[in-house]
């Protein structure tokens, strides 16, 4: 590792990445001013989440939360609505945590060095460094997929990245060779590098700014880089879901669980596939024991919603329906009219089955 650096004009290196970030940096709502709170919130939302995506996002959740008593004495709905449609959830779950803290035991400052910013929750090496570093100025590694592809390549590391342990190389790596007059600027760098040019597959080696200093490039080894294995295979779930109306045109909605995948979000009743029962009986039957709620379904259903989550795949097949009793309104189940229902935080794929069963309503 150590004499792949060695190969490295390093202080050219800085120079030529510098000057490229500089000139060709994009203009992103995050970097208008260096607030260690607006970093923070947009390196959260940018994890798992391309550029694009979290941009209107990132706008909506700092006009609601612009500051960190904002966000700190904020009620979890709220927060969980603003961040409706990023997904993993746990993150805004963690940031809201994490905040209240520097609230109440920073003073509303988020703590500038690596012993205290790390025992925030949801905060780890990466998060703490991409803070330090381009908030404060610190020269701290933030290494995340774009910057261990692009050390990679420059390094001719070739570590397995799919390994946490690898992390340590690259981390390594970037303290030797970061700018510390400029570390803000030199993270961002590698940063967008990584997702402009030295991409995944098809890296644009001829637009590179430092291609004269990757040892990838001048081996021709460039598309064999970074070394990745594949995850496990995904898991399938089929799911059957339900509309159900009631006699006053109410809609019923379910709360998750607190704890688990899309804690605390709300969702249309939902129950897993047999293949011993048809799905309108399963549904009448779950409906029956777990609520005690008589329903009419329709005869067919009405759309039919894939999800594709990191570590699993639901499929969920959409009925509509009328509750035929009268429902007894618990915590986690509550009737809402259609305008009411706007104001709850619910899953991608309740949202996209909200609008296919509107969409159904309008054409009959």
Not at 117 to 127: A, D, E, Q, R, S
Not at 178 to 205: K, R, V, W
Not at 234 to 257: N, Q, Y
Request: proline share 5%; with cysteine.
């Amino acid at each position: 590792m150590s004499s792949n650096i060695e190969h490295l004009n390093i202080m050219q290196f800085q120079n030529d990445l510098l000057h490229w970030f500089t000139n060709e940096q994009r203009d992103l709502p995050w970097r208008k001013d260096q607030d260690p709170y607006k970093v923070w919130v947009s390196e959260i939302m940018l994890q798992q989440t391309r550029v694009d995506t979290v941009i209107p996002y990132f706008n909506r959740f700092i006009e609601n939360f612009p500051t960190i008593k904002k966000l700190a004495e904020a009620d979890e709905e709220s927060v969980l609505k603003a961040w409706e449609g990023l997904g993993y959830y746990s993150r805004v779950r963690n940031l809201q945590a994490a905040v209240r803290e520097v609230h109440e035991s920073y003073g509303g400052v988020v703590p500038n060095t690596p012993e205290e910013i790390k025992k925030l929750k949801g905060v780890g090496p990466y998060t703490a460094g991409a803070i330090l570093s381009i908030a404060y100025g610190v020269p701290e590694p933030a290494v995340d997929g774009n910057v261990m592809r692009v050390l990679s390549r420059i390094l001719l590391i070739w570590e397995d990245i799919a390994k946490a342990s690898s992390r340590k190389v690259f981390e390594e790596a970037v303290r030797t060779i970061i700018s510390h007059d400029n570390p803000s600027y030199f993270n961002q760098a590698l940063m967008e590098l990584g997702a402009l040019i030295c991409t995944p597959t098809s890296p644009s080696c001829l637009l590179c700014p430092v291609r004269e200093h990757c040892q990838a490039f001048h081996e021709g080894v460039q598309d064999q880089l970074p070394v990745k294995t594949k995850k496990k295979s995904t898991r399938h779930v089929e799911l059957i879901a339900a509309v159900l109306k009631d006699h006053d045109g109410r809609f019923l909605i379910h709360k998750r669980p607190e704890q688990g995948l899309l804690a605390n979000l709300w969702e249309f009743p939902t129950v897993e596939k047999s293949k011993l029962l048809k799905p309108k009986d399963i549904l009448r039957d779950f409906l029956r024991h777990e609520y005690d709620l008589h329903i009419q379904l329709d005869k067919t259903s009405f759309t039919s919603i894939p999800h594709v989550f990191s570590h699993l795949t639901w499929d969920i097949e959409a009925y509509s329906g009328t509750i035929e009793n009268e429902v007894k309104e618990e915590g986690n189940m509550k009737l809402v009219t259609t305008e009411e229902l706007t104001n709850y935080a619910f899953p991608v794929s309740y949202q996209k089955m909200w609008k296919a069963y509107l969409e159904s309503v309008k054409d009959n």
